[in-house]
């Protein structure tokens, strides 16, 4: 009788918590330096349900001389804007200070419209890029995306 009791509560543990999670938000950091000393600090927040990847919004702060700073945001948002215009794509280029950019990338899965997105880009798609991951599990995309990030 114990067993069949040890059984029947361990299923009913199963049952309400479920076997792992299967929803929820990760956010991950990551800082790179360049070549010629400047840092790229990247924030990935990923919102994941049923284990699906379902939203990525990435903010990366990067420095540069201040002397570039005005023309990277300019030709930057020449191709934000062909971006923004697909759907489930947004993709913002601000100054953060006199020697930074920062760009805020945000896809929504549910929402993006792949063959547009591989029309917009043109011979610049990338198959393996942020974009083109819909309907990827989170441990996929942990395995293939956040390498030398800390995520918590």
């Keep these: 009788m114990k ?12 049952f309400v918590t479920g076997c792992g999670n299967s929803s929820g938000t990760l956010t991950c950091t990551k800082t790179e330096i360049s070549e010629d000393g400047y840092s790229t ?3 990935m927040v ?40 697909v759907d489930g794509y947004n993709i913002i280029f601000e100054e953060e200070s006199d020697t930074s950019v920062k760009i ?8 993006l419209d792949g063959e547009k997105i ?3 880009l043109g011979s610049s798609y990338k198959e393996d890029a942020l974009y083109s991951l ?19």
């Design 46 to 85: 990923v919102t994941y349900v049923d284990k699906i990847v379902n939203k990525v919004e990435q903010t990366s702060i990067e420095e540069m001389d201040a002397d570039f700073v005005g023309t990277s945001i300019y030709f930057s948002q020449l191709l934000a804007e062909s971006l923004n215009e």
């Design 118 to 120: 591989k029309e917009t």
């Design 41 to 43: 600090k990247t924030t």
């Design 134 to 152: 819909s309907n990827i599990t989170i441990e996929d995309f942990k395995e293939t995306q956040l390498d030398g990030y800390t995520c918590k």
């Design 104 to 111: 805020v990338t945000t896809i929504d899965y549910t929402e």
């Design 3 to 14: 067993k069949y009791l040890i059984i029947l509560l361990t299923c009913g543990m199963i």
